[in-house]
């Protein structure tokens, strides 16, 4: 983890102060009631200091990808995207292609409900996506896009023990992007007898669970589970 710059409060104690000179050239001082105004929630008794630890994944090249391969195009919510972080993670999909605006939003809330596990985790950045799909194809890579309104259902990736695979999901309201369709080699849905679409998280966990359901698992795999 790289520590850019420390905020600490102008009475701070000698040992945390040494502290962030330890991890950081740049530490700031601030005045502690500036700092409890404009860092303190509500129904905390935690008011002289910053309740959320904001930390980002070090981004990767495409050029060694691991897959499968979880892309996520354009989603919004970052309880979501940690949720479907998590799941993928405990489905043994370590790897991860991120639009910028998803990137944008891995933030502490994103983290925390991941449990953690998206630092874990292989993130590629790509600007366009398009860019990053076309090397997963030039890998060889076969690429899922899952919608509420596409036809074929998901089904566990063929041949069996082959993990050339990748799962688009996209933004919560607009979907998968026109351009990301594209680049799919297969549409698929979770099907539904009634209600609604699914919310993206709760479809996401089926997705990658059919799909990964014929895996080969190794031993480096397990040991990265614990």
């Not at 740049?26 to 929630?41: G, K, N, T, W």
């Not at 993670?89 to 370590?94: A, I, L, P, Q, Y």
């Not at 605006?101 to 502490?108: H, K, M, R, Y």
């Not at 996209?170 to 609604?196: L, N, Y």
Request: charged content about 20%; overall charge negative.
């Amino acid at each position: 983890v790289e520590v850019h710059s420390v905020l600490v409060a102008a009475d701070v104690e000698t040992s945390h102060l040494d502290l962030a000179r330890d991890v950081s050239d740049s530490v700031f001082m601030a005045d502690p009631a500036l700092i409890q105004a404009e860092f303190a929630s509500l129904g905390t008794s935690q008011h002289r200091s910053v309740n959320f630890l904001v930390v980002h994944p070090l981004p990767r090249s495409l050029e060694n990808v691991k897959p499968p391969v979880l892309v996520l195009d354009g989603l919004g919510a970052p309880q979501n995207i940690g949720q479907i972080l998590r799941t993928a993670f405990h489905f043994g999909v370590t790897t991860v292609l991120a639009s910028r605006s998803v990137w944008n939003n891995l933030g502490g809330r994103a983290s925390r409900v991941s449990m953690g596990w998206l630092y874990f985790m292989d993130f590629h950045i790509a600007e366009p996506l398009t860019e990053g799909l076309q090397a997963l194809k030039d890998q060889s890579i076969r690429i899922y896009a899952a919608e509420d309104h596409f036809s074929t259902a998901v089904v566990p990736h063929q041949p069996p023990g082959d993990r050339r695979w990748a799962l688009i999901v996209g933004h919560e309201d607009t979907g998968v992007t026109a351009e990301s369709i594209a680049f799919s080699d297969q549409c698929i849905t979770v099907p539904q007898r009634q209600g609604e679409s699914l919310n993206v998280a709760h479809a996401s966990a089926i997705c990658l669970y059919e799909l990964s359901r014929g895996m080969n698992w190794n031993d480096e795999d397990i040991r990265a589970r614990r």
